[in-house]
């Protein structure tokens, strides 16, 4: 199963620091071989990115989309329209839009229908807080997360997912899980996909570990056959080091 790395830029990088970015990675392009590498810009970057990334092998992906096809929403973007410019993936469910934002699982399990609809693949993040992690009930909450969000879906479909294991408390605090403890969520998160999907479907569905990945740390979470790659804020800002993370994820994988 090919490897996924995406940078996620949140609410950063106006259009000039997108070309910038774009320039600089294309170079390395070849250097990442047998890794899907994803940039995930804003959306007011998302027409230039999709010029530079055109002809690569570099993918695009969106942060988030609006779970109806087109209507009187003022202020949101629809999945078609991504689709339209190029847009592969698109992000759902991201913990700040969880928790800053407030969107519900219900709202997510919406968001996730809406973008297959529209012919996009979802990376639907899961992921407990440290408090939900210190109780015990992290377990709990990821499989509530996940079956919330694959509700409904046809077993066909939960194939294009790609899943996103992000624990709160690591998302841009420079204190990434353990990788012991990472590779216990995602070996779980398996199992629910497992269950929800059946074993042949859930195989193919990739998890990304997410929270403060840097290029020293990448390897030792990819090492691990549970985790099929990473969801990057901070270390993607930068085409040099994220450069060189996609590079330690791949090498640590041939190791
Ligand atoms: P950091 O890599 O900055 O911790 O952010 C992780 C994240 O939220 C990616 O979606």
Same mark, same amino acid.
């Given at each position: 199963?090919?490897?996924?790395?995406?940078?996620?830029?949140?609410?950063?990088?106006?259009?000039?620091?997108?070309?910038? /970015?774009?320039?600089?990675?294309?170079?390395?392009?070849?250097?990442?071989?047998?890794?899907?590498?994803?940039?995930?810009?804003?959306?007011?970057?998302?027409?230039?990115?999709?010029? /530079?990334?055109n002809?690569?092998s570099?993918?695009?992906?969106?942060?988030?989309?609006?779970?109806?096809?087109?209507?009187? /929403?003022?202020?949101?973007?629809?999945?078609p329209?991504?689709?339209?410019?190029?847009?592969?993936?698109?992000?759902?469910?991201?913990?700040?839009?969880?928790h800053?934002?407030?969107?519900?699982?219900?709202?997510?399990?919406?968001?996730?229908?809406?973008?297959?609809?529209?012919?996009?693949?979802?990376?639907?993040?899961?992921?407990?807080?440290?408090?939900?992690?210190?109780?015990?009930?992290?377990?709990?909450?990821?499989?509530?997360?996940?079956?919330?969000?694959?509700? +409904?879906?046809?077993? +066909?479909?939960?194939?294009?997912?790609?899943i996103?294991?992000?624990?709160?408390?690591?998302?841009?605090?420079?204190?990434?899980?353990?990788?012991?403890?990472?590779?216990?969520?995602?070996?779980?998160?398996?199992?629910?996909?497992?269950n929800?999907a059946?074993?042949?479907?859930?195989?193919?569905?990739r998890?990304?570990?997410?929270?403060?990945?840097?290029?020293?740390?990448?390897?030792?979470?990819?090492? /691990?056959?549970?985790?099929?790659?990473?969801?990057?804020? +901070?270390?993607?800002?930068?085409?040099?080091?994220?450069?060189?993370?996609?590079?330690?994820?791949?090498k640590?994988?041939?190791?």
């Amino acid at each position: 199963m090919e490897m996924i790395i995406a940078a996620n830029w949140k609410m950063h990088k106006k259009t000039g620091d997108t070309a910038e /970015f774009c320039r600089a990675i294309l170079k390395d392009q070849q250097l990442f071989k047998g890794v899907e590498v994803l940039i995930c810009p804003p959306y007011t970057s998302l027409p230039l990115a999709a010029e /530079f990334l055109n002809d690569s092998s570099l993918k695009l992906g969106a942060q988030d989309l609006h779970w109806e096809q087109e209507g009187a /929403f003022t202020g949101e973007i629809a999945g078609p329209m991504l689709a339209d410019l190029g847009v592969e993936y698109v992000i759902i469910g991201h913990s700040e839009r969880r928790h800053i934002i407030g969107e519900s699982n219900n709202r997510i399990r919406s968001k996730v229908k809406a973008a297959l609809e529209a012919g996009l693949k979802p990376i639907l993040c899961v992921g407990e807080t440290e408090a939900e992690r210190e109780q015990g009930s992290a377990n709990s909450v990821i499989s509530e997360q996940l079956l919330a969000a694959l509700e +409904g879906l046809a077993p +066909g479909d939960m194939e294009e997912l790609v899943i996103a294991y992000e624990p709160v408390w690591a998302i841009g605090t420079g204190k990434a899980a353990q990788p012991g403890d990472a590779d216990a969520a995602c070996s779980f998160i398996r199992e629910v996909l497992q269950n929800a999907a059946g074993p042949e479907r859930a195989q193919k569905i990739r998890i990304q570990y997410g929270g403060s990945v840097k290029v020293d740390n990448i390897g030792s979470f990819v090492e /691990f056959a549970s985790i099929q790659g990473a969801l990057v804020g +901070g270390a993607s800002m930068q085409p040099d080091s994220f450069s060189a993370l996609i590079q330690a994820a791949r090498k640590a994988v041939q190791n």
